[in-house]
């Protein structure tokens, strides 16, 4: 019999211990709490989304008309640069940072970060990085090269103004700081777990985060080399993508997309946790099947690094090149599958309660599969040939990085909104809120993939009146002011859960994981005192005995035994 674990006191005080509220923004500053720093990567997140949304609203001003003159043709290239840049290093990639290190050490019992102040400088070296990204519209011009910014398009010849050097540092600090946190988050899970809870009973959204770490560790050293490479071409003449000159412009295209396709799986991992999470506890049953949600996470990161190639079809590499990267590709789409299957089995039978989290969480099974689906597509080389670079590709991968890894993200965020908060936030208001953001979502991009099909390519300021051009361009411009007036009632929903919300004691689902033992908000210090864990449930067992999981087997835990 394991007895309940006291947690000891830190060996230092930590500046965040001793900085207390009244101080106010100096407490934020000099902050080293993981939860207050992942609130911070929250807000600066959701600050880049409507940022990042505006470019995107202003991109579909011009291309709502046929030869429509709102935007000139070198403004365009700099709004889909930063749009797509912000999209994915501003907001997808600090949302998963702060979603993991708010939750990590409270879903494993522990009262810090393994490197608070290592967590600190991360938060701020990216939010600095960010800033620099923006500083280039005051100094001459944004970067103009897309969010992958290819050779030779990237050297000075082809982009004169400082845009890209801001690229390059922008994105290197920020680079930086996403490593140390995937070094802080590792350790943490590795040396900081309560003793009893063994790798087999960590929460399905800790083994995700605990995976993507090594995913991050691995894939962000070739980013941050390419890009240290590029500025040296740019500030100090040197040749490495500068094929004339006897570089290659195809190994700017091999490191970043090296970086580049785990970087999609980086973004989408934890946030197939959250939906882990979030399936068990508003169907109340456990994860169905958790050995293989766990074994398809490994599998996908391992498969991850073996695909980067089939971003780069259209490059001439020749068919036994393209047949392996083609094979590979579709491999990948084996254990996504899995795990779709196993959510679907947790919610079959189940007490489903339609909260607006699930909704989210529902519609990304869905809108993922269509984005999986089209990927799959890509994976087949001529049809690739054919697509690449038109509106297809446009429609694809914004079901994944919107409709997946966002949705994801908005799932966990009202799921974990009251523990966070405190306050309980209005279901009417989110359900609005979901609905209009769903519908809008389909309006702009389901019909970008006939646009792709039909030959409209992307990256271009405007387009002739061609027959279909104009009905689904007009279309997809609607529905994206339909999901930017609904972000608008999220930002209400926010205000009101705030100022008026209801006490969201702590643990208002029922939820299964020790963040629900804590109080909302947890106090500074997470826990004094946790019980010994049995199972991946460990609130489940403490709260309902009468199930008495902790009794079972594992193999009946775990859902791999018929027990019926
Ligand atoms: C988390 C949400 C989003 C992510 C991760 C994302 C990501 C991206 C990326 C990576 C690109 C490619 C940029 C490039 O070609 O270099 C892009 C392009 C674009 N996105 Fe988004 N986006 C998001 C939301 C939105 C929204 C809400 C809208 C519309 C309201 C939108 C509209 C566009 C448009 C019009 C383009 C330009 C396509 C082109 O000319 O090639 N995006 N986005
Ligand atoms: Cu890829």
Avoid at 41 to 63: E, H, K, N, P
Avoid at 456 to 483: C, D, H, Q, W
Avoid at 489 to 496: H, P, Q, T
């Amino acid at each position: 019999m394991i007895t309940d674990v006291q947690l000891p006191e830190p060996k230092t005080p930590l500046p965040g211990a001793t900085v207390n509220s009244d101080q106010g923004l100096l407490m934020w500053i000099s902050s080293v709490d993981h939860k207050q720093i992942g609130i911070m990567y929250m807000i600066m997140t959701l600050f880049y989304l409507f940022v990042g949304g505006l470019l995107a609203l202003l991109m579909r001003v011009q291309l709502m008309m046929p030869e429509n003159t709102f935007l000139a043709p070198d403004s365009y290239n700099q709004l889909f640069t930063m749009h797509g840049t912000t999209m994915i290093f501003f907001v997808l990639t600090p949302a998963i940072l702060g979603m993991a290190v708010y939750m990590v050490p409270l879903q494993i019992g522990a009262n810090e970060m393994a490197f608070p102040r290592l967590n600190a400088f991360a938060f701020w070296i990216s939010f600095f990085g960010g800033l620099l990204l923006y500083f280039s519209f005051l100094a001459g011009g944004a970067p103009d090269a897309g969010w992958f910014s290819y050779a030779p398009l990237n050297q000075t010849q082809y982009s004169a103004s400082p845009g890209i050097d801001y690229y390059c540092i922008g994105l290197l600090l920020s680079g930086i700081g996403t490593v140390s946190t995937a070094a802080n988050l590792a350790v943490t899970i590795i040396t900081l777990r309560t003793p009893s809870m063994k790798y087999k009973y960590l929460p399905v959204f800790v083994w995700m985060v605990f995976i993507n770490a090594f995913l991050i560790l691995a894939a962000f050293p070739s980013l941050n080399a390419a890009l240290a490479m590029l500025l040296i071409d740019r500030q100090l003449d040197g040749h490495f993508f500068n094929t004339d000159a006897g570089g290659s412009a195809l190994l700017w295209q091999h490191l970043f997309w090296l970086f580049g396709h785990p970087e999609v799986y980086i973004v989408v991992l934890p946030p197939f946790g959250v939906l882990s999470e979030v399936f068990q506890v508003y169907s109340r049953k456990p994860i169905f099947g958790y050995p293989f949600v766990v074994g398809s996470g490994i599998a996908i990161s391992l498969l991850a690094f073996g695909v980067w190639v089939h971003h780069m079809f259209a490059t001439g590499m020749g068919n036994t090149v393209n047949s392996f990267f083609a094979v590979s590709s579709m491999l990948i789409g084996i254990p996504t599958g899995v795990k779709i299957f196993n959510w679907l089995g947790t919610m079959y039978g189940g007490s489903i309660r339609f909260t607006t989290g699930m909704l989210f969480a529902t519609a990304f099974l869905v809108e993922f599969t269509i984005g999986g689906l089209s990927g799959i597509s890509f994976a087949i080389v001529p049809i690739d040939w054919q697509l690449t670079d038109t509106y297809y590709v446009v429609a694809h991968l914004h079901y994944v990085f919107l409709g997946g890894s966002l949705f994801g993200l908005f799932a966990g965020f009202f799921y974990w909104f009251p523990k966070i908060s405190g306050r309980m936030y209005s279901e009417t208001l989110g359900k609005w809120f979901f609905w209009l953001f769903m519908i809008g979502f389909n309006m702009t991009f389901f019909m970008q993939h006939i646009l792709g099909i039909i030959g409209m390519p992307r990256r271009v300021y405007t387009y002739p009146n061609l027959a279909g051009y104009s009905l689904l361009n007009l279309i997809s411009s609607l529905g994206a002011f339909l999901m930017g007036g609904s972000m608008l009632i999220f930002l209400y929903l926010l205000y009101d859960a705030i100022k008026r919300g209801k006490r969201a004691g702590d643990n208002p689902w029922d939820g299964y994981t020790f963040e629900w033992l804590t109080s909302s908000p947890p106090a500074l210090k997470n826990f004094t005192i946790l019980p010994p864990v049995y199972s991946f449930r460990p609130v489940h067992d403490l709260n309902h005995p009468e199930i008495g999981d902790y009794q079972k087997s594992d193999e009946e835990k775990y859902g791999t035994k018929d027990t019926d």
